[in-house]
């Protein structure tokens, strides 16, 4: 499956913005989608998961009641809304595709799973100005 990440942008603090990762060669049905970010000088974080199954969705603390994930079947497409953007949001955001049986959860907690991953698609910048 290939992943194509898109929406960033420059938002003052407060603001909201809408990525999409939309897939290609594939349905996304079948995969536990990840988004993550990596702001500079920083190492990679899980942000949000969304499982193949159910739809379960796990949130990292720091985006909990501001972020949502969401699938659309027919546009095979994961979207991550971000409300309420702080500057400390500022970074590069990926998302990527996981094999289904893999807790979304887990994932975001252990940055060392993120080698599981199948596919990533290109980052996409995400500035938040204060």
């Known amino acids: 499956v290939q992943l194509q990440a898109s929406g960033g942008g420059l938002v003052e603090a407060g603001g909201s913005l809408r990525l999409s990762c939309t897939a290609s060669g594939s349905t996304l049905d079948a995969y536990t989608i990840g988004w993550f970010r990596q702001a500079p000088g920083k190492g990679r974080e899980g942000v949000s998961t969304?499982?193949?199954?159910?739809?379960?969705?796990y949130y990292a603390e720091s985006v909990k009641g501001r972020f949502t994930i969401s699938r659309n079947r027919a546009e095979n497409t994961v979207y991550l809304q971000m409300n309420s953007l702080r500057p400390e949001d500022t970074a590069d955001y990926y998302c990527a595709a996981f094999p289904g049986h893999y807790h979304g959860g887990s994932i975001i907690a252990r940055p060392s799973l993120q080698t599981l991953a199948l596919s990533w698609g290109q980052g996409t910048l995400v500035t938040v100005s204060s």
């Open positions: 969304i499982s193949d199954s159910d739809g379960s969705t």
